[in-house]
Each structure stands twice: as structure tokens, then as C-alpha cells.
């Protein structure tokens, strides 16, 4: 008996759970579902623009997508075209890789004056999300404050920062280019509440910051412990070494007549945001580190600045339902199993963690579960647990019904086909940002459905 698997959701994790249960040989169906008609998830929207590069892992998603076990339903989005009972009715097995598209909030006085913004929206709103095109962020200030000290926060400040011609080879969309380069942002301030050691970033991402065309890095070197003290992994000691190496390394680069300033700032946590209406500046508790862990001094300084970016985390979208652990912001789950037949994988199982690639351990975990739970177990065994569900049938059926105008993955690269087609010269695509100009492209219409 054919396995039928939904995977929910294509970014990363969803296409390594469906890389890793074809790798297995399983006898089985597997449809992607995505409540956007375009693919990649947090590759398309998250990845910062000006790293193409790391884009490029699509092409294993795309020879996936095209395997003939698989089809690509996108533009489905579940609790409004189908809910997740119909799936789990529908289909052998649910896998949720729904990643961690919301911001963790943040949660001091003044967090939600105007001029705030989680890095989750500010991303997808420079990435061209189109939940986000209308996010419209205030620029015209001169300073900027990032709170948190992980690659994410480093992406915001080189976006922030990179100039017209660094950013001329990348898929930023017009409207996002205009509003930062026409920005008179002069000061870009990365704030951590430890220190430059407990600080998340990895080396390569660092070490961009040192070679910006208009921007020279700025930071106190009383701040720079001589070394790495703490109990850490060789490998994490060897990081962070390199990290030290690679601040100390930003002391002594001459201004260069660089117009703009990033700075690094530590032992720093945000207590309150500043400002009537909108920001205008941000309180900090000045911390220090003892055993890796914050500890509070009371002496507080202000810092002015216009606009905050909290890039604090991220955490699931809960669904009705599904177990949720709130603290954590994850799928409740044992080891990525979630109830009978349904399952969660990637930063919705794990939490917000590692880099692309570590999606992939977590994939093949989930394939081991289906296998292990639903499919025909050694030679001679008969027809598995699985159900006999009606899987890719009864989800186009039921599509049908509502009229949904859900994209396959041929329609996909027609839509791809077009971004291309409109690049400027030397850009990789220009990204259709509303969802009834995909649509557009096919010949479909958004009717009364979300329209992007
Ligand atoms: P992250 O690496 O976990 O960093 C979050 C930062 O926010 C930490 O410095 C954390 O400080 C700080 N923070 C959390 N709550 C805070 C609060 N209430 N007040 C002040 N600071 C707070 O998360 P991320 O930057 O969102 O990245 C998510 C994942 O994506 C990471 O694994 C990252 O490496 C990956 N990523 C990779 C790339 C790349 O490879 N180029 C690019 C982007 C993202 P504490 O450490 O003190 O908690």
C-alpha cells in the first residue's frame, strides 16, 4: 500500500522531510502544501538578499519538487482553505514544517510604539513577504538600534548599512532599496545583553561587517576581554576565539572616510523604549556576565535612536489544535513525534537554531518515525499501518470543491520564469511581492481569498 505524507510547509525542513523519506525507499506519495504560491520558505524571504550564494541550495529543492513521488500544492494555507483535521483524514501521515515565522515579542514598556519592529517583519518586509509589503517602516531617522547579537541582527545592520552598488546584485525589492538608500541613516547600533564571547554570530557573518563600502565598524575595546574564559566546546572555545580575533581586528581599521558607523555595543539590555507615540530613543541597563548568564547592575544610559529592530528570536505559529509549548515557542512534540500521525520537524519542532543544513538531521528523524510507525515493517510484511487514506485524491477534491487556486510547482517556475525575466541587469529576479500578481502570471485570480 502507497504512504500518502502531507508536508506542510516548503522552506527547508519541508523539503528535507520529503528528500529523506524518498531516500528511504519508502513506498509513498508526498504532496508539499504552502500557504504562499511560492516555495523555500525562510530561503526566499529570511535569507538576506545580498546572499545569493546561500540561495542556491534551492536547486536540491527543486530537483525534489520534480521528483515524481512529489507534487507542490502552494497557495494553501490551512485553517482557511482546508484545516488540518480534513489533512490528518486525508493522509497516512501530517508532517508540520511550519517553521518560526513570529517574532518573539518584546517585552518591556514602550515595545509597541511605532517605530518597532521584530526582525521576523522587518525581513520579510525588506525580503519582499508579501504578509509584510505593507509594513511600510519609518526610516527618516539618523540612528538605528538592533537589539540582539545574532546573525540575524548582523543581516539587518548590513542591509541597513550596504550601498546602492552592494546591494545592485541582489533580489531586494525597488520599494525596500528605495526606502533604505533614500534613509539618512547615519548610525547603526548592534546591542547585546552579554558580551562579545556569549554573542551568537558566526565568524564569516562577523567578519562581512569589516568590509562594508560605506561603513566602518565602531566599538569600545574595553569591551574585549584577552581571551575566552567560561566552560565551552573546543569548537565553540575556537568561534569564539575567532570572533575576539575578528572584533579586535575592527579596532584598527582607519575611518576611510566612511560616511556611515556600525556599532557594536555590549553588556547593554533594553529596558524600556523611549519616545510619545513613536521612538526616539531606547533606556539600557548596562549588565555584566558572571557564569554566562545576565546579571543586572541598575545603572541605566539612553540611547537615541529612531527606529528599533528587536532580532530577539523567533517562535511557531500556533495551530488550533496542536500541542504548543509557549515558552519555547514550539510545537510540543517528543522527538518530532506530535500525536498519531502527525509530526513536527525543523525550528517548529527544535526551536530557532543552527543553520540551513541542520534542518536535515531533523528530516531524517521524521522519516524514521513514518517509516517506523506507518510503513510495512521487513520482508514478507503485509500492508503497514497506514490507512489506506485517500492523500493527494481527497486533497484535490476537496480543493476543487472550494475553488481554490492553489499553484503547482510547474506554475511556480512559470511565476520564477517571470521574476527572471524582469530582473535589472546583473539582479537575479525582481520578486513578485503580491499574491494576486503571481496569480496574474498564471492567469488565475485571488477571487476573494487573500489577496497579498
Ligand atoms: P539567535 O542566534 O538565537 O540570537 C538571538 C539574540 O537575541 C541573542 O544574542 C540573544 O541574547 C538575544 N536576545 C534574546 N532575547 C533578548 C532580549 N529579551 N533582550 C535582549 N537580547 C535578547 O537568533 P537569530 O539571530 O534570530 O538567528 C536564528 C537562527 O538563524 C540562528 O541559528 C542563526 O545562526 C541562523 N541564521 C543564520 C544566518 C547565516 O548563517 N548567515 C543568518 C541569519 C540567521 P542571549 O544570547 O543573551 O540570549
Known sequence: MTLSVAVIGAGPSGFYTAEALLKRGLDCQIDILEGL???????????????QSTKRVTRAYERTARHEQVAYFGNVEIGRDISLDELRANYDAVVLAIGAPLDRGLDIPGGDKRGVHGAAAFVGWYNGHP???????????????????????????????KTPREMAKTDMPDYAAAAIHGAPIRDVHLLGRRGPVEAKWTNVELRE??????????????????????????????????????LRGFLGQPPDGKHKRLHFAFYAKPVEVLGGDRVTGLRLERTRVEDGRVVDTGETFDLACGLVVAAIGYRAQPIAGVPYDECRGIVSNRQGRVAPGLYVVGWAKRGPSGVIGSNKPDADLIASHVAADLAPQGEGAGEGTGDGKPGRAGLQALLAERHVAWVSFADWLAIEAAEIAAAPAGAPRQKLIRIKDMLAVLGKSAGQRRTG
Open 209 to 246: 561587517m569589516g568590509e562594508l563600502e560605506d561603513c566602518r565598524v565602531v566599538l569600545d575595546p574595553d569591551q574585549l576581554p584577552d581571551r575566552v574564559a567560561g566552560k565551552w566546546s573546543a569548537r565553540d572555545r575556537r568561534l569564539r576565539e575567532k570572533n575576539l580575533e575578528t
Open 131 to 161: 504578509d509584510f509589503r505593507d509594513l511600510v517602516p519609518d526610516l527618516n531617522c539618523d540612528a538605528v538600534a538592533i537589539i540582539g547579537n545574532g546573525n540575524v541582527a548582523l543581516d539587518v545592520a548590513r542591509v541597513l548599512v
Open 37 to 51: 504560491p511560492t516555495p523555500y520558505g525562510l530561503i526566499r524571504a529570511g535569507v538576506a538578499p545580498d546572499h
